[in-house]
C-alpha cells in the first residue's frame, strides 16, 4: 500500500530541500512516477538499501523458531494474542495482495501511456472527461 501511495503523493506533494547535496539535486527536481528511480543518485539507492537492511537484520527480526513468521514481537494491532487475531492477519495478507496488483496495474499503465496515475486522470486516459481537469 505505501507503494500505491508513494505513486500517487509526488503529484500533489514534493519536500522542499536538497535531496543531494553532491550532486545538487532538489526534491522538486524529481518527477512523479517511476521516473524517479532514474533521478537518484547511486549512492542514494545504496543508503536506502544499507538503512533497509539495517532494520531486517537489527530490528525487525523473528525473535525465535516457534514464533509466527512477521511475529517481531510487538504484537498485532496492539494485541498479543495471537489466536485472536488470526482474522485480522488474513486481512492483512489480502489487502496486502491487493496493493500489490494495484502497484504493478500503476506501473504498467504508466509505462503504456507515460503519464503517471493522477496525469492519466488530468488527460482523460482513465475515465474519459468525467474526472478531466
Known amino acids: 500500500m505505501a507503494a500505491s501511495i508513494g505513486l500517487i503523493v509526488p503529484d500533489f506533494f514534493k519536500f522542499g530541500g536538497n535531496l543531494s547535496w ?11 512516477g517511476i521516473g524517479a528511480i532514474g533521478a537518484v ?23 525465535g523458531r516457534g514464533e509466527m513468521p512477521g ?21 492483512e495478507l489480502d489487502c496486502g495482495r491487493l496493493a500489490m496488483i494495484a502497484v504493478v496495474g500503476q506501473v504498467a499503465g ?20 468525467f474526472l478531466a481537469a
Request: glycine share 12%.
Open 41 to 63: 543518485p547511486l549512492l542514494g539507492w545504496a543508503q536506502i538499501l544499507l538503512f533497509v537492511g539495517v532494520l531486517e537484520r537489527f530490528v525487525f527480526f523473528q525473535r
Open 71 to 91: 511475529d517481531y514481537g510487538t504484537g498485532y494491532f496492539g494485541k498479543i494474542d495471537k489466536s485472536a487475531n488470526e482474522r485480522q492477519l488474513l486481512l
Open 110 to 129: 504508466e509505462l503504456m501511456t507515460g503519464y503517471t496515475v493522477i496525469g492519466q486522470w488530468r488527460e482523460g486516459l482513465i475515465f474519459g472527461d
Open 22 to 32: 553532491s550532486a545538487e539535486i532538489k526534491f522538486s527536481d524529481v518527477p512523479a
